[in-house]
Nanobody, 123 residues
């Protein structure tokens, strides 16, 4: 049973853009911080961006200025807009629901996870 479902991944050229969406449920979304993580081959899963229940945002240094995270609390959805994509952005991207409303980068503080969506940036 999938608790969050990511969509929007695919193959894009360097410098291009992708918009990832995450469809959540009330249980996995309401009153929770939401995070985006990614995992590249041979690397650990890492924090990319997050948004608190009330809309505060946080970004990894590697993506700040290029990515934008947003949420629609009426629709239980989270979006990651990715611009100026680089080869290093190639990874499986995961949406996650946090334990509480406040933002965190700590992976263990996220309780619910999607199946991931592949983003491949070609050069």
């Amino acid at each position: 049973q999938e608790q969050l479902v990511e969509s929007g991944g695919g193959l894009v050229q360097a410098g291009g853009s992708l918009r990832l969406s995450c469809a959540a449920s009330v249980r996995t979304f309401r009153s929770r911080a939401m995070g985006w993580f990614r995992q590249a081959p041979g690397k650990e899963r890492e924090f990319v961006a997050g948004i608190s229940w009330t809309g505060g945002t946080d970004y990894a240094a590697t993506v700040e200025g290029r990515f934008t995270v947003s949420r629609d609390n009426a629709k239980n959805t989270v979006v990651l807009q990715m611009n100026s994509l680089k080869g290093d952005d190639t990874a499986v991207y995961y949406c996650a629901g946090g334990r509480r409303a406040v933002l965190t980068r700590t992976i263990d503080e996220y309780l619910y996870w999607g199946q991931g969506t592949q983003v491949t940036v070609s050069s």
